[in-house]
């Protein structure tokens, strides 16, 4: 896939240095529509963007977004297979016993305080919900292991209620875009949910998240490669030479298998390997 940017004014990615403004500083409206249109251009280069964990229904994402912290979204996947083998539902899951659990999620790391929480949750869901999981950001966050994170990707991707994932890629790259200078999340939340509209906020989450993970690393942007480069005010932080840049990319933009074992049908790369295999 050709990383280009569409959309008004479109230029190839890495194009030139975008050109800085001289005089006053950017005001708050001119820095809206500039994120605007960085939206408008992701969801033109990844109109297949969506949550790179492998789930069937809310307790597997809430469980896989879980486990999830400190380690990839491959690994996840890589391992739940397994495990909703073993524990289909909060009922299985709350029942089983904590050693067996821990060995099976070993892989993620952490498994111990992990293994924790998901008995914990598995418990709550099955005492005080039926068994199901809640559709209200407020049940979600009294779950044990559950914060404003995990309560809004499952939100957003298993009952389509709008919600904004500020993790580790979204907030680096909103700050590197200067939407925010925040460092707290939930503030960081705030902050971007006054630009957008909130019927965006879900796909805002994948495709910063996707982009974050494909092309603006943390230590060595794409920057060459990049089709938002022209409105990226961090434009020259990584890799500026098209060719050097084009070799950091990563996934299917980098013609390498995703992260999930089973990808959507509109995903443009291969699966992801299963554990073991990679």
């Known amino acids: 896939m050709t990383a280009e940017s569409k959309g008004d004014g479109?230029?190839?990615?890495?194009?030139?240095?975008?050109?800085?403004?001289?005089?006053?500083?950017?005001?708050?409206?001119?820095?809206?529509?500039?994120?605007?249109?960085?939206?408008r251009e992701l969801a033109e280069v990844y109109p297949y963007a969506h949550p790179e964990l492998d789930f069937r229904n809310p307790f597997e994402l809430l469980v896989a977004t879980v486990l999830s912290a400190q380690t990839t979204d491959l690994r996840v996947n890589q391992t739940t297979p397994a495990l909703f083998a073993a524990y289909p539902t909060p009922e299985d899951m709350a029942a089983a016993v904590p050693e067996e659990l821990e060995e099976i999620i070993r892989p993620t790391g952490f498994f111990r305080a992990k293994a924790k929480s998901l008995l914990g949750l598995s418990a709550a869901?099955?005492?005080?919900?039926?068994?199901?999981v809640p559709g209200r950001l407020a049940d979600l966050v009294k779950l044990p292991g559950v914060g404003r994170k995990t309560?809004?990707?499952?939100?957003?991707?298993a009952f389509g209620v709008p919600g904004i994932t500020v993790d580790t890629h979204f907030g680096r790259l909103v700050r590197r875009w200067k939407w925010t200078g925040q460092e707290e999340p939930e503030k960081v939340e705030a902050e971007i949910a006054?630009?957008?509209?909130?019927?965006?906020?879900?796909?805002?989450?994948?495709?910063?998240?996707?982009?974050g993970r494909r092309v603006c690393h943390s230590r060595k942007p794409a920057c060459g490669a990049c089709p938002i480069a022209p409105l990226c005010p961090s434009y020259g932080e990584g890799e500026t030479d098209p060719e050097k840049a084009r070799k950091l990319l990563k996934y299917e933009m980098g013609g390498k298998p995703?992260?999930?074992?089973?990808?959507?049908?509109?995903?443009?790369g291969s699966p992801a390997p299963p554990l073991g295999a990679d």
């Open 10 to 39: 479109a230029t190839t990615a890495g194009a030139g240095r975008p050109k800085k403004k001289p005089g006053r500083p950017e005001s708050h409206l001119a820095m809206v529509r500039r994120a605007r249109r960085i939206n």
């Open 125 to 132: 869901l099955r005492d005080d919900f039926g068994g199901e």
């Open 151 to 157: 309560a809004n990707v499952v939100l957003g991707n």
């Open 194 to 211: 006054a630009i957008f509209p909130k019927s965006e906020w879900t796909m805002l989450s994948h495709r910063v998240i996707f982009h």
């Open 258 to 268: 995703g992260q999930r074992l089973s990808p959507p049908p509109d995903y443009p």
